[in-house]
């Protein structure tokens, strides 16, 4: 686990923690990205692994070969999250967890304008999202068709749960992105369900 005080300054609630704003750096795939985050008043690379997601692989690694559809889910999250792009990491729990990688597991809420430097206020981090917070990167991909709603390594909680099934629905019956030329890949992710937290996404890029 990565202790969110140590990660940045938080704001946190009984069941949530979340980070001031960092910059992206760099997307890596369609489910995970780079950002740059003060650890100890240094500034260093932090990988950050999307929660609830999972999209086909863009290039061949150990665990599957690519897929066109990983290239494209790639595509998508690089024009929406350019280099430097503010965007705020966020955790069910009161900290944020890493997983067998050591990348930080999060949901990220990406600012709707907001490349450094681009005068968007940021305002109170302990207060609610103000309306430019409110594009949640991790449920744009499931609308968009470029992932189920992965749940093998645990569910969203409340409404957040509610909003994620919705999303897969309607990215389902309207064969958005992967699941008009990947059906049977989309599925077999969706069916998958929660295994050992010992082996958190253990396997998994």
């Known amino acids: 686990m990565i202790r969110a005080a140590s990660l940045m300054a938080l704001a946190a609630s009984v069941c949530a923690v979340e980070t001031n704003p ?20 240094q500034a260093v690379p932090v990988r950050v692994r999307l929660l609830y997601v999972n999209t086909p692989e ?7 070969k690519a897929m066109p559809e990983g290239k494209a889910a790639a595509d998508w999250m690089r024009t929406r999250l350019p280099r430097g792009h503010l965007v705020r990491l966020a955790g069910p729990g009161a900290e944020l967890e890493r997983d067998a990688h050591g990348s930080v597991l999060a949901v990220v809420w990406a600012e709707e304008s907001g490349a450094v430097g681009a005068g968007t206020p940021i305002g109170d981090p302990s207060r609610e999202h103000p309306a430019a917070w409110r594009e949640n990167v991790n449920s744009q991909l499931i609308a968009e068709g470029w992932s189920p709603y992965w749940r093998k390594y645990g569910e969203a909680a409340g409404r957040a749960h509610e909003a994620l099934v919705e999303s897969e629905k309607r990215a389902k019956s309207a064969s958005a992105g992967a699941w008009a030329t990947a059906p049977q890949w989309m599925q077999d992710k969706a069916n998958e369900r929660t295994a050992p937290r010992s082996d958190l996404h253990e396997g998994e890029e």
């Open 22 to 41: 960092v910059p992206v750096l760099r997307v890596i795939d369609g489910d995970t990205i780079e950002v740059q985050a003060d650890l100890g008043g």
């Open 58 to 64: 863009a290039g061949d690694n150990q665990h599957s």
